[in-house]
Every structure is written in structure tokens, then in C-alpha cells.
Nanobody, 124 residues
């Protein structure tokens, strides 16, 4: 059973930074693609970023490219999302995801495992 647990959310002012982390249980999960999605109130889930199992490939939504950085530490079985230059429109619940197939799809339905989420609020 793979479980994902996010941490690091909070309240920050426009232009500030936050670092989200996601710990995963299950040793085989180090071979899974990992990623982040977010959901703002009243909106559908939105792809944010993804990283391949060995960290060799990363993908970002256009809305966060250049501001967010995804990374992973397979020794610790964690993935992180460094968020800089935050904007009010980044306010959302952020979810850590994992995918056995490593497709790194931008569609939420293609990811096998989801965490419970951590709230990020950016004040203007």
C-alpha cells in the first residue's frame, strides 16, 4: 500500500516562497513518477509539475514555469516543490501524486496515488 503525506503549506504574501514536501511509504515507490496537482475553490484539479523516477525529466505547467521547482530524494523517498514568487492565483490545495506507469500525464485520472493535500494561501 502506497501512502503519500504532504507538508509545508501555509499562508504567505505575494512574492514570497514556500517549500512543499511529500513523504511516500513503500520502497517500490522510488521507481514511480511523482508530481503535484492543485485545486482552487470551485475549479478542477490542475497539473503543476512532475518528475521522473530518477529525476532526469521534469515537466511544469506554463503557469508555474520559472517559479516552481520539483525535486526528489529517493534515498529519503521524498519529493519536494519549491515555490518562489508566489501569486494570489497560486492559492489552492496542493496534492502530491505518484504513478506506477511513469507516464507523467497532465491528467489527474492517470495518477494512481494521491495524498490528502496541503493548503497554500497567497495573500495580496
Amino acid at each position: 500500500q502506497v501512502q503519500l503525506v504532504e507538508s509545508g503549506g501555509g499562508l504567505v504574501q505575494t512574492g514570497g516562497s514556500l517549500r512543499l514536501s511529500c513523504a511516500v511509504s513503500g520502497r517500490t515507490a522510488i521507481y514511480y513518477a511523482r508530481g503535484w496537482f492543485r485545486r482552487a475553490p470551485g475549479k478542477d484539479s490542475e497539473f503543476v509539475a512532475a518528475i521522473s523516477w530518477n529525476g532526469g525529466s521534469t515537466y511544469y505547467a506554463d503557469s508555474v514555469k520559472g517559479r516552481f521547482t520539483i525535486s526528489r530524494d529517493n534515498a529519503k523517498n521524498t519529493v519536494s516543490l519549491q515555490m518562489n514568487s508566489l501569486k494570489p492565483e497560486d492559492t489552492a490545495m496542493y496534492y502530491c501524486v505518484a504513478d506506477r506507469s511513469s507516464s507523467m500525464s497532465r491528467r489527474g485520472v492517470d495518477w494512481d496515488y494521491w495524498g490528502q493535500g496541503t493548503q497554500v494561501t497567497v495573500s495580496s
